[in-house]
């Protein structure tokens, strides 16, 4: 089964509202990252996180791994036409030695 | 520029044959990976590569194969008993992984493979 989830699936946001999509997974991880997929492209590397409770941010994009590296989220602020994609977790799992990408969000910034 | 490339970019394949997905680095990294993304399944390990002449299964490595013969180079063959074969394949780089788990990923622009 599905090792890393994320919700939602599909979110739609009039541009300037802010998004969040959620990374859950059912083993501890050693760290995460977040991806990028624009439409018809290829996913592009944002940022990785390692250590528990750590917090990044980017411009308006802030990413946070859990106290307990199970999950992750990503929060854009004030959403622009050029946050349209979807956004990937991935991480690696320290049993099995076995690496994960979440099943995405899919985001839609309406003008 | 350094980077990774797949080719082609769209490959079609007759049921019963194998067909072979190039992917060639010029980044020096190390690791190498395979990854089939279906709609609305995310990204799936296929088969990656931690170093020459080495390679571990993924998550789905059944009917497929690797070799990696070179460090630029990372071929997959989708052979005849991948029973579903279409789909769009990702390549992906990175440097070596560590015991602290994986390295950030530089992709390919990937090939869709479709079943004629």
């Known amino acids: 089964g599905q090792q890393v989830m994320q919700i939602p699936q599909y979110q739609h946001v009039q541009e300037g509202e802010d998004f969040t999509t959620y990374c859950n997974s059912s083993t501890t991880l050693s760290n995460i990252q977040w991806y990028k997929q624009r439409p018809g492209g290829h996913p592009v590397f944002l940022i990785q996180l390692v250590k528990s409770g750590e917090v990044k941010k980017q411009k308006r994009l802030t990413f946070q791994f859990g106290e307990a590296k199970k999950n992750s989220s990503l929060h854009i602020t004030a959403t622009q036409t050029t946050d349209v994609g979807t956004y990937f977790c991935a991480g690696w799992r320290y049993t099995g030695n076995q690496f994960y990408f979440g099943t995405g969000t899919s985001l839609t910034v309406i003008p | 520029d350094g980077g990774i490339t797949q080719s082609p970019k769209y490959l079609f394949r007759k049921e019963g044959q194998n067909v072979t997905l190039s992917c060639e680095q010029n980044l020096n990294h190390d690791a190498m990976y395979w990854y089939r993304q279906d709609p609305g399944q995310g990204l799936r390990l296929i088969y990656y590569?931690?170093?020459?002449?080495?390679?571990q299964k993924g998550d789905i490595a059944e009917g497929y194969s690797v070799s990696r013969e070179k460090k630029e180079s990372f071929p997959l063959t989708v052979t005849s008993a991948q029973k579903n074969p279409t789909a769009f394949y990702l390549c992906?780089?990175?440097?070596?992984?560590?015991?602290?788990?994986?390295?950030?990923?530089?992709f390919g622009d990937g090939t869709r493979l479709s079943i004629l």
């Open positions: 590569s931690q170093i020459v002449n080495d390679f």
């Open positions: 992906a780089s990175s440097i070596r992984l560590t015991r602290g788990g994986n390295q950030p990923q530089h």
